[in-house]
């Protein structure tokens, strides 16, 4: 029996999972680390600790399932988007990582609308400039540490590290080389025009592929590091959103994805490049070559669940352990209680700046309406229905572009909440189906590297062939209603604060 490998290097942690060709999970393995943030509005991760957590849970894979190493047919890589890589000849990282929820590079962003203008780039890159996408962290780079800029061989995205130390071998591919703001989205190649204008050397990007051709092969070093069989197949990939949309089985127009991890993605497939004139969604290559995809992305989703986690829930984190369960099992009992709206306390999930639809890095996560009625269990409700309201906002510009809606498909850590599903079905006011495996990127990866080796003869069958999805929840009217009311004063709230969020912002960094 053969198998497929799916590697994910995402924000938290590397999950990795192995499949059987039907689409049935074997076994995976998860391994965490670290985010840095040495001063406010930064974030930055080791690549070191990429590749050590993928080594572990490779081995953890092969510990689980008692396989032999030759009967992995294929390997996929899916990780994070944005990330800046930087390393010399030898290979070596330059710097530690500066990762997708960076929000420093606020002068590099002016300064490419300044002296190329935001429409020339949208011509050029079919995006609008971020400071999340990694030319502008590279040009933070150029102008804060001019010694590492000289020592720079490549620039790598996360998940394409890894593939170097996996196979020796240069290389990413069209959906996740989107995010950098260096590919002409709608050619799938890079940019030549807009590297010329950063003045950027050529030779530093490496060669851009389709999401399921085969990149290379796991070395011998490799090999003895893993476990893996030197000579294994390892293919494009994707970006972690199109591989969790593969994953999700969007891959035609119609079906949509709502993704909560840890940042939240409202994603559409789509047959022809489509460009929101405002820069407020992303255009990118989909990972199903001649194909594309718009979507809509705010921050913090579930990371604004683990941030209440990490500093408010120690009691809740021990009381979970002794039950064995799920922390988050535990947040949604205690979110079932409440009332939708929960009694007016509505939170802005705006932790790590926002980029749809408002494009803004200083703006701060924020609870309004808060009263000695409020308990901890209506935070948590709060902060489930704020980024619902956020999502929305996403799903909303993606409908004003005429893409067609027959069909959303909600998934990511947060799709496992029964009320969370609700909460977003009564929102969106819609069906939500929610997809039966939660492996998102990491599956969908593993089904491109069974493309790529043959397995399936298109993205398409393979997504015919294996993905399933059931609990599909319906939008109780009287709910609907409520949080339209609640929704439109979430969306007042950002422009009555814009100013603040500005001089907060200006305090903080003093």
């Known amino acids: 029996m053969g198998y497929l490998l799916g590697i994910d290097i995402g924000t938290s942690g590397t999950k990795t999972c192995l499949f059987r060709y039907d689409g049935e999970l074997v076994t995976s393995a998860y391994a965490e680390y670290p985010m840095l943030q040495p001063q406010v509005g930064w974030a930055e991760?080791?690549?070191?600790?990429?590749?050590?957590?993928?080594?572990?849970?490779?081995?953890?894979?092969?510990?689980?399932?008692?396989?032999?190493?030759?009967?992995?047919?294929?390997?996929?890589?899916?990780?994070?988007?944005?990330?800046?890589?930087?390393?010399?000849?030898?290979?070596?990282?330059?710097?530690?990582a500066i990762i997708w929820c960076d929000q420093r590079t606020g002068q590099?962003?002016?300064?490419?609308?300044?002296?190329?203008?935001?429409?020339?780039?949208?011509?050029?890159t079919s995006n609008t400039p971020l400071p999340n996408y990694t030319a502008t962290k590279l040009l933070w780079v150029r102008d804060n540490e001019p010694t590492i800029y000289e020592k720079i061989h490549k620039v790598l995205l996360p998940k394409d590290y890894i593939r170097y130390k996996l196979t020796q071998e240069f290389a990413t591919e069209v959906s996740d080389a989107s995010g950098t703001l260096l590919l002409d989205v709608a050619s799938r190649k890079w940019s030549s025009k807009m590297v010329t204008l950063l003045g950027i050397e050529n030779d530093w990007l490496p060669e851009v592929r389709e999401s399921n051709q085969i990149s290379g092969t796991v070395s011998k070093l490799a090999e003895i590091e893993t476990g893996l069989a030197e000579g294994t197949a390892v293919v494009g990939g994707a970006g972690d959103q199109a591989a969790g949309a593969v994953g999700n089985g969007i891959v035609h127009a119609g079906v949509i994805s709502a993704t909560i991890g840890t940042s939240g993605v409202v994603f559409a497939s789509t047959d022809e490049i489509k460009k929101d004139s405002l820069g407020r969604l992303h255009s990118f290559c989909h990972a199903v070559p001649g194909k594309w995809h718009v979507m809509g992305v705010t921050q913090a989703a579930g990371g604004s669940l683990q941030?209440?986690?990490?500093?408010?829930?120690?009691?809740?984190?021990?009381?979970?352990?002794?039950?064995?369960?799920?922390?988050?099992?535990?947040?949604?009992?205690?979110?079932?209680?409440?009332?939708?709206?929960?009694?007016?306390?509505?939170?802005?999930?705006?932790?790590?700046?926002?980029?749809?639809?408002?494009?803004d890095s200083y703006a701060k996560g924020t609870f309004i309406g808060i009263t000695t009625r409020h308990g901890k269990e209506h935070f948590i409700r709060s902060i489930m229905e704020g980024v619902a309201f956020s999502l929305k906002d996403c799903l909303s510009l993606i409908d004003d572009l005429k893409i067609p809606n027959t069909e959303i498909r909600l998934s990511?850590?947060?799709?496992?909440?029964?009320?969370?599903?609700?909460?977003?079905?009564?929102?969106f006011n819609q069906k939500i189906h929610r997809i039966h495996a939660n492996e998102g990127p990491a599956f969908g990866a593993a089904l491109l590297a069974g493309v790529g080796t043959n397995?399936?003869?298109?993205?398409?069958?393979?997504?015919?062939q294996t993905v399933k999805y059931y609990d599909a929840v319906e939008p109780t009217q009287e709910f609907v209603e409520r949080y339209e009311d609640y929704y439109t004063i979430y969306k007042e709230l950002y422009f009555n604060l814009y100013e603040t969020f500005s001089s907060l912002h200006k305090l903080a960094v003093k």
């Open 108 to 124: 590099q962003v002016e300064w490419m609308r300044d002296s190329i203008g935001t429409e020339k780039i949208i011509e050029l």
């Open 455 to 464: 397995i399936y003869s298109s993205v398409e069958e393979a997504c015919s």
């Open 412 to 427: 990511g850590g947060g799709a496992k909440s029964l009320v969370w599903r609700q909460i977003f079905a009564d929102v």
């Open 307 to 359: 941030w209440f986690r990490n500093h408010f829930g120690l009691s809740e984190m021990e009381h979970a352990k002794s039950l064995q369960k799920d922390v988050y099992d535990i947040f949604s009992e205690k979110a079932m209680d409440v009332k939708p709206g929960s009694e007016g306390l509505v939170f802005l999930p705006y932790l790590m700046g926002e980029r749809t639809p408002h494009l």
């Open 45 to 96: 991760q080791h690549p070191e600790d990429w590749w050590n957590a993928t080594k572990q849970t490779i081995q953890m894979i092969f510990k689980q399932a008692k396989i032999k190493a030759s009967s992995i047919r294929g390997i996929g890589l899916s990780g994070q988007m944005h990330g800046l890589v930087l390393v010399d000849r030898n290979g070596t990282v330059l710097r530690p």
